[in-house]
């Protein structure tokens, strides 16, 4: 299996404080994706990395990848109240048609 | 419109009924998609649909039956469910499998087994 192991489980931190996530995945990938779902509804794409990327920005998201460690993490920068929501990692390729997705971390923001 | 569309929100359902999921985008995407979600759990994958033909089927019981009529609408006809099936499934849309783009997923039917 190519599932991805997040962690932490669970985070809870300040507003305005910065939270950082790893995830961790086991065969090779065409592309890892972070994805937010909020209260158990939709998920929403966050930001997709390539394998042969290092390093990607979006906005107050910042994703880097090691493919020698098979690994990920998200970093939230300036967090806020609104960013409190469950975070999953999702890997693409290694001969699997969908998205196999890791465990997730719930990031809880304290106003 | 980037949008995934599915219908019902919620559905509650007795273990003798027969009941249908919709799905619908119309990003003109080729792939399609069906997750099942429990509760504290990451979404895993069902069914894949590929140029509407069944991609993959990941071991799922035959009481949860796709469909795919066309490119834009995606169906998941249920059938005597239990209830552990409970949970919140979630269609997804992407351009192509295998390609480097995003999925888009849908608010999902939480469906309940009574």
């Known amino acids: 299996s190519q599932q991805g192991e997040e962690d932490p489980q669970a985070l809870s931190i300040q507003e305005g404080e910065n939270a950082t996530m790893n995830c961790s995945y086991k065969t090779s990938i065409n592309n890892l994706q972070w994805y937010r779902q909020n209260s158990g509804r939709g998920l929403v794409h966050l930001i997709l990395i390539r394998s042969n990327e290092r390093e990607k920005h979006s906005g107050r998201l910042r994703v880097t990848l090691d493919t020698s460690k098979k690994s990920s993490s998200l970093l939230i920068t300036a967090s806020r109240a609104a960013d409190t929501a469950s975070y999953f990692c999702?890997?693409?390729?290694?001969?699997?048609?969908?998205?196999?997705f890791g465990k997730g971390t719930h990031l809880i923001i304290q106003p | 419109d980037t949008e995934v569309t599915q219908t019902p929100k919620h559905l509650v359902m007795g273990m003798t009924n027969k009941k249908s999921l919709k799905c619908e985008q119309h990003?003109?995407?080729?792939?399609m998609y069906w997750y099942k979600q429990k509760a504290k759990k990451p979404p895993e994958l069902m069914f894949v649909?590929?140029?509407?033909?069944?991609?993959i089927n990941e071991s799922v019981p035959s009481r949860f039956s796709p469909e795919c009529p066309n490119s834009s609408l995606l169906n998941l006809h249920l059938h005597a469910l239990q209830p552990e099936d409970s949970a919140l499934y979630l269609c997804a849309s992407s351009y192509l499998i295998g390609s480097d783009t995003e999925a888009f997923f849908g608010q999902g039917t939480r469906l309940t087994v009574v």
């Open positions: 649909y590929s140029y509407e033909k069944l991609s």
């Open positions: 999702a890997c693409s390729g290694g001969g699997a048609d969908g998205l196999t």
């Open positions: 990003m003109g995407h080729r792939a």
